[in-house]
């Protein structure tokens, strides 16, 4: 999980342009500042191309938290 963090935190900053953002597996939208449907869709396709993988529809609409994209990546990459 720690790897994937580190792995998902210059995302989150790059995307929504705060260094200051601390991933943690409870980091939910509602936590960051300029998280919008369009910042999300950025974020999903950037974290697609670190992690070599496709997420399907499905995936992405019951993510509540950082924690709940963690466990798909977890999944797509093992």
Known sequence: MEEI??????IL???FEN??????PELAARDV????????VIFI???ENEFKIKFH?????GLKN?????KIIQKKIS
């Not at 500042?33 to 999300?40: G, I, V």
């Not at 529809?57 to 609409?61: K, L, P, Q, S």
């Not at 950082?66 to 963690?70: A, N, P, V």
């Open 57 to 61: 529809f499905r995936d992405v609409m």
């Open 33 to 40: 500042e300029n998280w919008t449907s369009m910042t999300n």
């Open 19 to 24: 260094n200051t953002i601390v991933v943690t």
């Open 5 to 10: 963090i580190t792995r998902l935190t210059p």
């Open 13 to 15: 900053h790059r995307v």
């Open 45 to 47: 396709a950037e974290v």
């Open 66 to 70: 950082i924690g709940d994209l963690i």
